[in-house]
């Protein structure tokens, strides 16, 4: 067994473990919740996506159960099978160390040896993207049926998998229009066969958006892009260097440079690794200036990197036994902390220690929690209560951990963000029409972070609008109230305002201290909070979830009557706190200071805490 073979072996068992034991234990991605509320509803095509993704999530919870390890298995067997093509593909062109050395990239590189631990089309898109890699370059050596027949599955699960394998087409085509043995084999009725059954499997896509005017494709290639120039797209640039790892990045650039001026006798292949892949590269980071920048796009860039990962061992044979080493080291260091990453995410007790940071996991996070406190509330309920979330996170997430891909959600701006929104009301799960009927009784849970917090009150007023005066029966803080939610029972129906007086969840703010400051053993605490249509009777503070101080409520704010101006809490402008704390009796270092609210009806509400330090 050659060198390279073995740290294949053990780079990809050592991989695929970690990948099951990780993917076993990792709470669900909002978006792997929605493709498994998708594949519940079985269709040919939906409106964010082709079939694929989610007949996959149906295929491994019909085989495995209800479970994420089922649901992913799929994609983590798919993604398994990717480095073994990469490095055959590798291998018939360049050799079989070359070969290994291209399937041991693939495992290392961040960006592919992580596809799998999430189900999301990505995965399938990759492997077709390697199928028609292996298909082109032996169909420039020699046209046949059967390479045909490889380029046709290729193709057809690209269609299937999203809309951006269009960019993978248009790239392979101009890469071979390049090349004149590529030319040669775009002319061959067997290969024009393959593009004409790769086609055909974009029909049903085509067809629902015909169906739905163009919904899908209008969000895809219009609505989430703002097509104008913005700089921070040289951010994409950067955090593609670190998830290929800076190294590996050079080396491809430097494979699609080199390849790319190669005009030699027999250097077909190499030139169409690294066309296909440089171009497609090149063409993402491009559009990373003026495409959608507010949503994941760093996953764009993979099936580029397969092409050029197949043919980048020859540029690495021509570099220093130094650097080559430093490379490998890199990727490694580089795979360990981005699975390392998503293991921290998957404990509960490390992730919560990311709660007052901006890169806080919040679509990884609270599910089970909102889900348990939802099974309570609804075994207190009358038989027959209807179920209602604010928005299709909430809904698709709650749906899988109660096994029920039918609960009606509001709508809501994000499910119009993300794409949503025609999908839910194709299955009538969205719009005014999901509201039960007069007097039927409902519980309404309503994720209080899935809107800015200066739109928040809004957005409770057009709840109030929708159901009737908002009153939580319990507030559901996840990980120091990172994740929010509220649970509002009414038990008598939902009397929308209409405009009318309007009661809501308690607001609130900490301006003194800051989030992270460090205080001496006696401190004050100065704020505001209200709560509309109601007024709060007290707020007490406290430290790491126990009362600590009551606060001096009702103090002047007339600048929070300002800023929120359609609050109509009876105690405005008076809803200003201060207290002064004694914290003597803690010990030195972090903790967390908080809230509570406890409203004039009696209700009581803990407030998302933020962390402090404390002074020896």
Known sequence: MSVWRRYFLIAWSGLLLAKLLVAWRLPLFVDEAFYWQEGQHLALAYSDLPGLTA??????????????????????AMAALLPWLVAKISARWFGEAAGWQAGLLTVLMPLSGTLGLLALPDVPMALATALCLDAGARLLDKVNAGRALELALGLSIGALSHYRFIGVIVIGFIALLLIKEGRRVLRDPRVLIALAIGAVAWLPLLAWNLDNGDAGLRFQMVDRHPWAFHADGISFVLVQALLVTPLLFIALVQTFILSARDRSEGASQWRYFGLLGGLSTLGFFVLGFFADNERVSFHWTIPGYLALLAAVPVVLGKWGAGWRKAMWAMLAVGLIAVVGWYAMVSVPSLRERLAAEKWYPANFAGWDKVADAVREELAAMPEGTVLLADNFKLGAELGFELQDPDIRVLDHPLNHKHGRAPQLRLWGLEGEGVLPRSGQPALLVIGTDEVRYRDLLAHYHALCDKVGPIQPS???????????????????????????ACSTPSMAYIDHPVVGQTLPKRFSVRGWAFRDGVGLASVEILIDGKPVAQ???GIAQPEVAAYWKISNDPQQTKVGFEADIDASGLAPGLHWLGLRLVGRDGV?????????RIKE
């Open 474 to 500: 319990r507030i559901v803080n996840v990980d120091h109230g990172a994740q929010r939610f509220v649970v509002a029972r009414f038990p008598q129906g939902i009397e929308p305002t209409n405009g009318k």
């Open 55 to 76: 007949w996959l999530t149906r295929l491994g919870v019909e085989i495995g159960g209800p479970h994420v390890l089922a649901l992913r298995f799929p994609f983590i």
């Open 551 to 553: 606060a001096r409520y």
């Open 604 to 612: 009581v509400a803990d407030w998302s805490e933020q962390p402090i």
